[in-house]
T-cell receptor
């Protein structure tokens, strides 16, 4: 299985809602990533987990809360988002932390719209 | 600081022609990796090809080849025999052992015409 899956594909939420994005991989990878991508822009790194521990937090607002319950699963909990948070959210995984030799494999993304 | 530059915002290419996408980078790390990803309009980032900084041969994967010129700090992607399905955004990216993350360029939008 060489796939990263993400659910849901699309999500529309109000500014007072609480929702979660889910990412799963069964490649035995020990590093997982969340990215945010606006239209026609490159992905921006949000969080990195290595061996289920938060390794990098790119100064993301606290309304985004990541969670890594086990080595295959990565969640992103959303609360009190703003319309400017509307974007494509991509999950990725790699054998170990991104480095000179570790390519990242991406999921299909969740398109989030905040009303 | 590390930086990836893609100077071509968009390109048109005819079907069956070859196309070269430019990528230059800047880093003080000696050990780093260069990656190319394709992103169709559906959104998924598809890994295409990898080149390590110590690899002496240019990487190839099917119709994709990477023209690596280390002294010039460039890592151009060549797509041979373009197909309509190659229409997508293409991102060059770099990572190094000391960073733990991938640095992306701004991307190049490729449109393949019949």
């Amino acid at each position: 299985d060489t796939e990263v899956t993400q659910t849901p594909k699309h999500l529309v939420m109000g500014m007072t809602n609480k929702k979660s994005l889910k990412c799963e991989q069964h490649m035995g990878h020990r590093a997982m990533y969340w990215y945010k991508q606006k239209a026609k822009k490159p992905p921006e790194l949000m969080f990195v987990y290595s061996y289920e521990k938060l390794s990098i937090n790119e100064s993301v607002p606290s309304r985004f809360s990541p969670e890594c319950p086990n080595s295959s699963l990565l969640n992103l909990h959303l609360h009190a988002l703003q319309p400017e948070d509307s974007a494509l959210y991509l999950c990725a995984s790699s054998h170990a932390l991104a480095g000179a030799y570790n390519e990242q494999f991406f999921g299909p993304g969740t398109r989030l719209t905040v009303l | 600081a590390q930086k990836i530059t893609q100077t071509q915002p968009g390109m048109f290419v005819q079907e069956k022609e070859a196309v070269t996408l430019d990528c230059t980078y800047d880093t003080s790390d000696q050990s780093y990796g260069l990656f190319w990803y394709k992103q169709p309009s559906s959104g998924e980032m598809i890994f295409l090809i990898y080149q390590g900084s110590y690899d002496e041969q240019n990487a190839t994967e099917g119709r994709y080849s990477l023209n690596f010129q280390k002294a010039r700090k460039s890592a151009n992607l060549v797509i041979s025999a373009s197909q309509l399905g190659d229409s997508a955004m293409y991102f060059c990216a770099m990572s190094a052992d000391s960073w733990g993350k991938l640095q992306f360029g701004a991307g190049t939008q490729v449109v393949v015409t019949p």
